[in-house]
Structures are given as structure tokens and as C-alpha cells.
């Protein structure tokens, strides 16, 4: 079925939450609520080069699209309250296609307690481009520039299940919704524990916060440049945690213990690393005995494919 702009808004307006509202070129942003700061992130993501159409069934893609938004808000210590939808549609998009993506979307906005705010609709020539905006409000940004040497990193969830999924999406497996792979589930669909960002940004002896979506081995070196410090890698961890990016962990130093910090939050924790003053490199690993500088083994989104 052929698509056009009439029927796209048409369908926007009627499945997405506040999708109704949507009837100017313009919409508007509630007011900041006293004492608290308005963030804004974005995201894009391409057909063939961050996804692939024929591996990612359209509903998942939708809360991917949705959720590695809003896992940077709630990394940034905001609660989400809308989003921008942008969609560049190829003619290989049909109604079908479109119609379970909308679906998707309009199902995880309901879990996020979310809702569209406006956006845009244009074709193009091949492949499918989709932007979208989301905003939140943070009683306590949490950025990343507030480490402090002695303050250890943490993980809610274990790096490198969606570079294994992906790897096994190369492979050739695909997702089953009657058997669900976890790895495959991390990748296509990704679950970040939204609302644990704003309860670390109630904690003081928290001091920054990043959401984990390049790889521990960009994502600890951009906390430790942003705070002018050196981060020591945790002895232990694999390669896959290392290098796998898009994992939408909340990854967080602090100054309490532990056992302290899993306590007040509920929830068991994983180190990764520890806080150190500047030294020849912002992120050090050991080798035997002593610390050696780490290369950042992250996906270059530049480099060549």
C-alpha cells in the first residue's frame, strides 16, 4: 500500500499518546516546574547503518528508537514527559510495516508514561531515517563532569548482551517471539531501567552519570575527560563489556560502599571501576601488576565500515 503524508499524520494522531493535539507546525512545552531543569536529547538512526530492516521486526524498532532517548534523560537524572518524531520513509515502507512501527511506539510511550509533541513525515529516495526528540525535567542534573578521585563506577545491568545479540543477529538467528533470546532482546529491544537516573540524583554521594550505550571503553573514558581524572578499569571484565556498546545501563560513580549504595536503591550493582587522579591516559587497565592505558575499543561511527 502506497503511503501519504495525509494518512501517515492521520495514524500518528490517532495511536500515539497526545497524538491528537497534534494540528499546527508547532507544539508546546509545559512550563518547568520551580527548581528544576528542562533537558533535551536527541537521536537518529539509519537503515543500514545503525539497524537493519529485514533483521528488526518494526515493533521493536519503535522502542528502540524510544528508549535510547529516554535512557539518556533518565542517566541525566530527568523523568521524560514527551518527544519529536521525525520519519524519513523509503518506498520499500509500506502501510503494514508502518502501521505495526506506530503501534510499537504507541504501546512503550504508554509504559514511559510518555507523549508525542509534534515532529515531521517526508519521503526519500530508499532505506528509512527516524528521528526523535525526547524532553524531560531533572530536579538534580546528574552530568559527567563530577567525579571525584576515590568515587568507584557502577553498572545496573551487565555490559555486552547486545554485541552478543548482534552477533548472533550476523550469524544469521532472528527473532522469535515465541522462544525470546535474551541477547537478540537486548539488541532489537532494549529494556533500561528508567526511573533509577532521578533516585541516583537524590543521592549526594552520587556524582556523575552516563547512560552505557558506547561501550565501556568510550563511556568510562568520557567520564573521566569530562571530569579531568583517570578511571582504572575493573580487573576482570571481559572484552565483550569492554567493547560492546548499546547496552543503556545506567553507569554512575559515587563515594558510597557497595553494599551502602545497593541497599538504598534495592538493586545489586556491578563495579567497573575506580577514580583516580589524572594520569598518562583517562582510562587505565591492568597488565599484570601495573596500569597501562586502555585504547578505546568502541564502534566508530566514522570510521571504515
Given at each position: 500500500?502506497?503511503?501519504?503524508?495525509?494518512?501517515?499524520?492521520?495514524?500518528?494522531?490517532?495511536?500515539?499518546?497526545?497524538?491528537?493535539?497534534?494540528?499546527?507546525?508547532?507544539?508546546?512545552?509545559?512550563?518547568?516546574?520551580?527548581?528544576?531543569?528542562?533537558?533535551?536529547?536527541?537521536?537518529?538512526m539509519e537503515s543500514g547503518q545503525h539497524f537493519r530492516l529485514d533483521w528488526h521486526p518494526p515493533d521493536l524498532l519503535a522502542r528502540k528508537l524510544l528508549m535510547v532517548n529516554l535512557s539518556d534523560l533518565d542517566a541525566s537524572g530527568a523523568r521524560p514527559?514527551?518527544?519529536?518524531?521525525?520519519?524519513?520513509?523509503?518506498?520499500?515502507i509500506d502501510g503494514d510495516w508502518l502501521e505495526t512501527f506506530l503501534a510499537g511506539l504507541a504501546g512503550v510511550s504508554r509504559e514511559a508514561g510518555v507523549q508525542v509533541l509534534g515532529g515531521d513525515t517526508v519521503g526519500r529516495p530508499a532505506g528509512l531515517g527516524l528521528g526523535l526528540t525526547a524532553f524531560g525535567f531533572a530536579a538534580r542534573w546528574l552530568r559527567r563532569d563530577g567525579l571525584r578521585p576515590g568515587d568507584r563506577i557502577f553498572v545496573d545491568q551487565r555490559p555486552g548482551?547486545?554485541?552478543?545479540?548482534?552477533?548472533?543477529?550476523?550469524?544469521?538467528?532472528?527473532?522469535?517471539?515465541?522462544?525470546?533470546?535474551?541477547?537478540?532482546?537486548?539488541?532489537?529491544?532494549p529494556h533500561p531501567r528508567l526511573?533509577?537516573?532521578?533516585r541516583l540524583a537524590e543521592i549526594p554521594e552520587v556524582h556523575a552519570c552516563l547512560d552505557l550505550s558506547d561501550g565501556l571503553s568510550r563511556d568510562l573514558r568520557n567520564l573521566a575527560e569530562a571530569s579531568g581524572l583517570s578511571i582504572a578499569v575493573e580487573p576482570?571484565?571481559?572484552?565483550?563489556?569492554?567493547?560492546?556498546?548499546?547496552?543503556?545501563?545506567r553507569c554512575f560513580g559515587a563515594a558510597l560502599p557497595p553494599a551502602e549504595l545497593e541497599k538504598r536503591l534495592g538493586l545489586p550493582l556491578i563495579p567497573v571501576g575506580a577514580v583516580l587522579p589524572r594520569g598518562e591516559s583517562p582510562l587505565l587497565?591492568?597488565?599484570g601488576g601495573s596500569l597501562r592505558p586502555l585504547p578505546d575499543l568502541s564502534f566508530d561511527h566514522f570510521g571504515p565500515s
Open positions: 500500500m502506497r503511503l501519504k503524508e495525509t494518512g501517515i499524520l492521520a495514524r500518528i494522531r490517532e495511536l500515539l499518546p497526545g497524538g491528537g493535539t497534534l494540528m499546527d507546525d508547532c507544539g508546546a512545552l509545559p512550563a518547568t516546574p520551580p527548581g528544576q531543569t528542562l533537558l533535551v536529547t536527541t537521536d537518529l514527559f514527551g518527544y519529536t518524531l521525525t520519519l524519513a520513509l523509503g518506498p520499500e548482551a547486545s554485541l552478543r545479540g548482534l552477533r548472533k543477529l550476523q550469524s544469521g538467528q532472528r527473532w522469535n517471539p515465541a522462544k525470546p533470546d535474551a541477547d537478540l532482546e537486548a539488541h532489537l529491544a526511573g533509577l537516573g532521578p576482570g571484565l571481559d572484552e565483550d563489556a569492554l567493547r560492546g556498546g548499546e547496552d543503556y545501563a587497565a591492568y597488565d
